[in-house]
Nanobody
Framework: QVQLVESGGGLVQAGGSLRLSCAAS????????MGWFRQAPGKEREFVAA????????YYADSVNGRFTISRDNAKNTVFLQMNSLKPEDTALYYC???????????????WGQGTQVTVSS
């Protein structure tokens, strides 16, 4: 079992930046790909970004491509999401998740954190 804990959320003005972190513990010896997802009130959870175990491959949703950057530090079992040029529509609860294969599909992720709230004011 893998435990995931997100941090770094908060309130920021439009155009600002935040850096989310996701710390993994437990059975971290497996080669998990990691993803970030988000869910706004009244909406379905959606894919944001994903990164392979090695960090050599990344995927981004069109809505964040060019503004967000996903990275990982395997020595520290931590994944990051650098979010720049934030917009009010980025407001959501952000989750990190672990999957045995790199994917953009929610259903392929087996382990999830509790989420961290990001609020972008206009």
């Amino acid at each position: 079992q893998v435990q995931l804990v997100e941090s770094g959320g908060g309130l920021v003005q439009a155009g600002g930046s935040l850096r989310l972190s996701c710390a993994a513990s437990g059975r971290t010896s497996s080669s998990y790909a990691m993803g970030w997802f988000r869910q706004a009130p009244g909406k379905e959870r959606e894919f944001v970004a994903a990164i392979s175990w090695s960090g050599g491959n990344t995927y981004y949703a069109d809505s964040v491509n060019g503004r967000f950057t996903i990275s990982r530090d395997n020595a520290k079992n931590t994944v990051f999401l650098q979010m720049n040029s934030l917009k009010p529509e980025d407001t959501a609860l952000y989750y990190c998740a672990a999957s045995l294969g790199l994917s953009t599909a929610t259903r392929t992720y087996d382990h999830w954190g509790q989420g961290t709230q990001v609020t972008v004011s206009s």
